[in-house]
């Protein structure tokens, strides 16, 4: 793909600009993406963060669940952030009765793993091999346990936790990139992206 690269960002709930602003600083065409034309018209998604059983909520009541999780099961590629990271994962730990996701990487994650609001925190680690990065970390789930075909690419003290991983064309990290400044696990999104 020699063009920039359509992607959206769900506009349902959470982190939506500043997930639409990295995108763009990655050299991709970024909108948001709220009903299903605009969906059909983006080559990937950015589920951004914010709070998984609101946004479940929202995408079944804006008619986007079922679209969203076909574009992805046909191998959309597609990121997901924090409560982002939960929606793509097949099964969750610690959800409302009846939570659904959007599924597609075979991963259990653990809501809200690592505390409450107060037990934000921010940390340095190694994402993809691709040097140091800071992750802000803010109500944010862990993945408790992954199938064989997941990528680990990051893991944060304590306990080693896996919090960034890959399957395919899915990416998910439990942490926020597009509140740092640094557009690294953005711009490897936008390099798979490209790569698909």
Not at 34 to 46: F, I, K, S
Not at 109 to 114: G, S
Not at 137 to 156: D, E, K, T
Request: hydrophobic share 45%.
């Amino acid at each position: 793909m020699t063009t920039a690269p359509k992607i959206g960002v769900l506009a349902l709930q959470g982190d939506v600009r500043e997930h639409l602003r990295a995108l763009e600083a990655s050299g991709a065409s970024a909108s948001a993406v709220r009903r299903q034309e605009e969906l059909d018209a983006v080559d990937a998604l950015v589920v951004p963060g914010g709070e998984s059983t609101a946004m479940w909520k929202l995408a079944a009541a804006f008619e986007l669940l079922e679209p969203l999780r076909l574009r992805i099961k046909e191998g959309m590629p597609a990121f997901g952030s924090c409560a982002g990271m939960i929606m793509l994962a097949d099964r969750i730990e610690g959800g409302i009765e009846g939570q659904q996701t959007l599924g597609g990487i075979d991963m259990v994650v653990r809501r809200n793993a690592f505390g409450r609001q107060v037990d934000s925190f921010e940390a340095d680690l190694d994402f993809a091999g691709r040097g140091t990065t800071r992750a802000v970390f803010i109500r944010a789930p862990w993945v408790q346990s992954l199938g064989a075909g997941v990528q680990v690419l990051g893991r944060v003290a304590p306990g080693d936790r896996i919090v960034a991983v890959r399957q395919g064309p899915l990416l998910a990290t439990s942490f926020h990139p597009e509140l740092t400044g640094d557009a690294r696990v953005h711009s490897y999104f936008v390099e798979m992206v490209r790569e698909l």
